[in-house]
């Protein structure tokens, strides 16, 4: 129990620092939103219309320590403002409407990855020299190289306008009402084949050569040759004795991989016109609508942070030895 | 009987060469054949990088006319939609993205090292303080940071270097600091404090020797890390679009819509680079963990194995 | 009486990158039924090598390359895959050097009891968990510390859960590979106790893995020194104690400062190790084996019962 | 129901966003990233001006009449108009509108007073004489009075489900990837409703609404389409089609003319002569843009050029002459000496070009400046950071050149107001919000202020004729191409589109003569 | 119930070189968000009296090492001081000890693998060691020192792992020796070695004592050794001193019953029969549960006793913690009109 209290104690400092570099960085951005609307309308919009946008906007001029105390209390509130792109949607409703997809994408993505990836290191590590020890790893390296939007082009050419096999764009099919029955459901699924693949792809690699290398020094650990000596069946020390110490790093690499998740699956939505927050937040940045911008990272790094932590109670279930620590 | 031919234990230095230390992290390398390749691939990228000027000279991004030549004699890999040529741009890239891998690579890296050690060292509220700044940056999501840092900061690879390696020093420092750490446990650490070393030296001279491999390891994965974010911030518009490097060709192919109006050849070849390059590096980084862990090389005879 | 595991001749090689270190030659010994027979020697000089190679455990690079290990006549060195498996424990079961290391640490000590016998006697985990219980209960730990982790009993008690797992299902043999170095004096000596009286009660042969000789000589009824590869002396203990033959033996001897008595100046092991052309002890040697400078030489027998690595002469 | 194919009679009409990866439901015409369609298919103007054709169609108003002083409008309602939930239209709901829009966004400076003397008319008072409003005002959308009076914020009022009086205001199916408008059973013309309803699509870019559009999932794209003849064209040649009328803004490399050289009106015109425009419009450009000419009015305003201005040498500087530019550098007093030019103090003849780094299209036209400068010897830098940070070098005065946009009206008063004026131009270090270059001419200011107060074409003409005699001498900015409007379609599901033949609209998607297209096309029937 | 006697043990005429009162030592264990505190010593006092061999022995984790640490300064002590020629070194040097004390003061590890760093030559630890100390690092010094430790000067350009582990340890002592030390700190020197060359290390200690009058704290398991090497025996449990006297004595009469289970515990075949289990049971109990003590009369309080001198031996006194043994008032008189120092622990006594 106090870990859990001292690991949400470490999360709410992180979540605090973010908090805080969320709110420095987009004010030492040069340049405002309204001028960079008005750039980017390109002659459409009349220069009077800048102060009043301005206004409209309500742009703060209040000292710094004031907005930073007005912005935190907000954030608590679960107010993160009124997106200026989309002015005057507010910046939650925004969010609120994308992230499930990037969060399907991303999750999907990671453990399928993570899965196979384990999966593939412990029969590659307990068939040392095999041919999926040797065959699989340098292949994996090679695809998990390109990188992801590189990789999401050629499979969005190559299997949705070429091959035809897979939709080349969006979650589901337009005029489709979604809804929890089977024709919607694979829809989605066929929607997410491509993205999720490519996202596997550059991924797997890593997670099988982690699970391969520790399996391989936990084969080396002398509770492996104790359960050999104690002549329980090979299924059962790899999986039971090797495999589950193994995992253990793996367990918490999963925390940290779904930062980078986010990461891949922001290009990769870039590709696939996947609406999820990704895209919304390179939109965002382009069009410098803090709130947004703002929201998105503050969002995208509290999920994260949940999910580090939820990992960390997995990892306490997985681990008896950090319990008492 | 021959007992002892093969029994002998080097418990006395061998007699003969007296100055044989370790071999090398370098002459075991070379000798791995994952390694090795990945070293020529390495080898031939930076020689094409740094013949690009002798091979293609001039300004590869000059604009001709409306290209979009396929690939033929008197263009190898074929012309952007601009006419510029494409192997030009591929060849001039790579000394962008090399540079900015290399760069970010050792900046991330010495960052981390200076982080992990300090925070390896003094221990305490240092690490304390340390540990936590690394794992906020650890834990808040890169690519989004990456993307709001290159939009704030000023265009240019300078900025593209600054804002890698800010969002991917944190990753290595962890390792290294972990690495430190455990050699900052050994006595021999304790040894040279008793002996009246000051911290720096057993900073530099005591306990990084002992991290070469790790080291090494961590550097070759910021570089790699290094020439995909830099592509991938590029891709996204985010890079410097007047510099010549993998990332801005992508874009420009990306721009000029390469796939769908099939040409490929403006497409393929950068990307392919970055993965050829990305892949050079895994691979000796593969073998520089397969060297300096015991447990992962490779083992010759394992036929009487039983399940 | 026809000896419950006959090593004859056996020689395990470590085949590394070019070359190979033979980390035991020619070593052979028997232990009879309820006998402790002990292996004394330095570190690296092959004790571990060949308990492993009793158990057919040695992994990759090591090689057994000659001899036999025969477990009540039959031939272990020639089980395929899954008579090995039930030949393992059932018969002959083993206590690890270090039970941190050998208890599995994320797994309770119910689960890695119970395993024993749900692989072995197919017991539902019900009943595997009562006899796991039954057997905490028999060296001496609570049975409601089946749920424990490995890493919330101490040092001792793991030992203890260890060596409960060995006598699990009652094996002919316990092999235990130093089974206290990493413990303290005093939950070393209860160790040992609770092993003597396992042994009592349940009639085990025991081949007993240490480089403390006072250790050895209090428990083992024979016992074998080891030096670099080789064994260089065999004797009932109690005979080998009060007369060393082999000079490193004796030197091993010597190396145990006493607790009793005057200060006598100890002369320990010279350090002159092996190399290439001096086994390191032929300087000791009475004059008439000169001719064995770098080999050491095979056992033979010098008085009944003793035997030891010696070319000539005899007790000294 | 996927578009492609579908020729049921009922098929909706599908037009992409590629400027909007995700849609959030938000219909208030205020918002300046409003859901597309708002201003097109829900709300409607008093009268649609269409810069194809140039031609003025009445709309809510049936007509208007300037006062012969030009100090006032007045517009006559047209009869049984309803909102799209069945409440009349009347002229308290256009008082009303401009009311909410000075209060919400300003502008309207020259707006005194909105009256509505009966029902059907409504009257705007100005302070001084102003003509070129005409177009601002009945271009202006309407919103109904009973629905947003109620409102408290109005600008923070997300509109979810709008009432107008627009062809298509029903919203449904609305996900964040895509919804659709539905007819408004209340419209005034319910004989030009010929099609069942709109789409709309998100797209996150160009490159994935592109892929959409080539492969005939939607009907109607102004997105930049790269080499449209081989990647849509080609693949139906009897549908596909594509028309970029010029109609956009001139847009100019623009010199800041508070830092030497630029000061210079030589050394711009020189800097000019410099320029490939064809270049640039057929590389850069894709050729879907025309060069600009001395005027600066070429295409967009091509009925106001004057002849006698065009076809005079002085009006050289336009065109592409690498030798007269370094003759004219040398007789400026910038010499060159080994293929580099200096500056009158000695100082290399350098300059950097800024544009925003979203804008790909024209950092190659600065690409090829700083090529076709290289030929003169001068040294161009093409620096590309993010629009905010040029836009701020821009504001301020800062920078060196830039590839700027310029203002677009009906007619040139904007574009002239925009670079030329004295009004418009602030000190350097003052924030600038048109008139980066800061330039002004007191005789420009004159004919800028009298084409304002004139009430008759003519005499706006003759005062256009003396500003691009101006401009053409002064040379504020190098003006380079007209912005197209862009604009494709496949006429496979409907026909009716506006050509280069029946120009009665560009083939946008999001300006005013938008409606015309949505009033106008038929579904085929299959 | 009798008085408790304070004492010193520096019978012998001259000033101990180092003296250790109070010393404590707590660790913060846990990260920022759960710091506990552990106590690994409490209060300890002792003397380190020039040119002799003093035994540190007790069970694993008894806070032997952390004393050790203490007094190298590796770890900053939480309380007490210790006083080298009369001087609190943990005052007058605050943070990290000086190169002076350092002079004066040397350690040898425990792990001769891991004291020295696999990267560096031999002559690199030695000439690194006379360079701070100030000493020139000619040829003749370094071939001197490693002759001193029976050590050939051809291995000074070996690498560590090119030796043994006995000559590892006699590198780390060269390495100690370097500075030419008063005092040598060795925690369990020849744990990590082979049985075979222990004894060697120990005659190497024994030498350095006896030819050059370097005092030593020597720190062990192995009562053996100790009772071998050792002048004084002083033992460790829980993180408290519990007996010590010259080294014969302690081992051969040993008081307090956590010494004389240690020594029962020793395998020892020429031992006459050995200890009775039934005894040995009694003083585990002893050991671990002193609330109920089987020994106990009554007399003893839960409270850590003070130090009760039990006999006296080579001119020190043998002196145990524990209420079995009330002073007898001859033995205490005649010690206490040597003890000429205050007694610091007068003031932090029980804990
Ligand atoms: N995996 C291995 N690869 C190569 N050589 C090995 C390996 N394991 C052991 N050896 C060598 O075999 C010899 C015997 O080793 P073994 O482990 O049997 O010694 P031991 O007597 O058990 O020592 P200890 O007392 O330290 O446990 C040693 O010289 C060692 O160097
Ligand atoms: N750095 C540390 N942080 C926390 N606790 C520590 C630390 N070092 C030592 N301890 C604790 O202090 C106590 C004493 O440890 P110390 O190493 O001094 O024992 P020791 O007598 O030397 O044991 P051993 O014989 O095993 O070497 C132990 O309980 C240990 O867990
Ligand atoms: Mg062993
Ligand atoms: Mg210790």
Redesign the pocket.
Known sequence: MRLVLRNLGFYLLAFWASLTLNFLLPRFMPGDPVSRMFAQAQGSMRPDQIAQLQKLFGLDHRPLWEQYLGYVKSVFTGDLGISISRFPTPVSDVIGSQIGWTLLLGITALITAAVLGNLLGIVAAWRRGGFLDSAFPPLLVFVGSFPYFWLAMGALYLFGVTLGWFPLRHAYDVGLTPGLNGEFLSNVVSHLFLPALTIVLVSVGGWMLGMRNSMIATNAEDYITMAEAKGLSPSRIMFRYAARNAMLPSVTNFGMALGFMVGGALLTEVVFAYPGIGYQLLNAVQGLDYPLMQGIFLTITAAVLLANFIVDLVHVRLDPRVRVR | MTVTDAAVRPLAPPAGKKRSGRPGLGRRLLRNKKALSGAVLLAVFAALALLAPVLEPGDPSLINSTGGAAPSGAHWLGTTAKGQDVLALTLWGARSSLLVGATVGLAATAVALLIGLASAYFGRIVDDVLSLVTNIFLLIPGLPLLVILAAFLPPGTTTVVVVLVITGWAGSARVLRAQAKSIRGKDFVAASVVTGERPLRIMFREILPNMASVVMTTLLGCVIFGIGAQAGLEFLGLGDASVVSWGTNLYWAGNDGALMTGAWWAFVPSGLCIALVAFALAMVNYAVDEITNPRLRDRRSRKHKEA | MEPVLDVRHLRVEYRGDGRSVVGADDVSFSVGPGEIFGLAGESGCGKSTIANAVMRLLKPPAEITAGSVRFQGRDVLAMGAKELRSFRWREIAMVFQSAMNSLNPVLTIGEQLGDIFTTHEKLKRRAARERAGALLELVGIDPGRLKAYPHQLSGGMRQRVVIAMAVALEPRMLIMDEPTTAL?VVVQQEIMAQIRDLQRDLGFSVLFITHDMSLMVELSDRMGVMYGGRLVELAPARELFAQPLHPYTEALMNAFPPLTGPRAELTGLFDAPRTADSCGFHVRCPADRADCSANIPDLREVAPGRWAALTGGGAR | AGAAGDTSRDQLLTVPREDMGTFTRNFNPFSPKVGPMTKEAIYEPLMVHSPADGKDTPWLATKWEQAKDGRSITFTLRDGVKWSDGKPLTAADVVYTFGLQKKLLGGFDYLDKVTAPDAHTVTFAFNKPFSPSVYEIAGHFILPEHIWAKIKDPAKFTNPDPVGTGPYTKVEKFESQSFELRKNPSYWQPEKQHIAGLRLLAFSGNDSANLAFTNGEVDWTQSFVPDIEKSFVAKDKKHNHYWFPATGAMINWQLNTTKAPFDDPAVRKALSMAVDRDKITKVAMNGYANPADCTGLAGTYDSWRDASVVNSPSCDWTKHDVKAAAKALDAAGYKEKGGKRTLKNGKPFTLDISVGSASSDWISVANIIKQNLAEVGITANVKSPDWAAVQTTYDMGTFDSGIVWSGNGATPYEFYRGVMSTKVVQPVNKKATENYHRFGDKKADQLIDAFAAATDEKTQHAKADGLQKLFAEDAPVVPLFTGPEWGAYTDTRFTGWPTAQNPYATLSNRSVSTVLILTTLKPVRG | MSEPVHLDESVHGDKPLLQVRGLT?E???GSVFSRRR????GAVDFDLPKGRITALV????????????CLIRL?QPTAGSVLLDGEDILRTERRRASRAYRRKVQMVF?DPFGSLNPVHRIEHFLTRALVLHGRPATRETLRELMETVGLTEDMLDSYPHELSGGQRQRVAIARALAVEPELILA??PTSMLDVSVRVGILNLMRRLRDERGISMLY?T?DLGSARYLADTTLV?FA?ELVEGGDSLAVMDAPAHPYTRLLLSAVPDPERAGGYDPVERARLREAVLHPTDCPYDDGSCSAETPVRHVVGEDAGQPHWVRCHLYAPAPDIAHRVLKTADTPDPEAENTPV
Do not use: L, P
């Not at chain 5, 007790?58 to 640490?69: L, W």
């Open positions: 303290d | 030592k660790f913060q264990v552990v106590r690994a010593v007790g069970e694993s984790g008894s806070g032997k090492s952390t004393i050790a640490r770890e425990q925690d369990e720190i398991h460790m993180g």
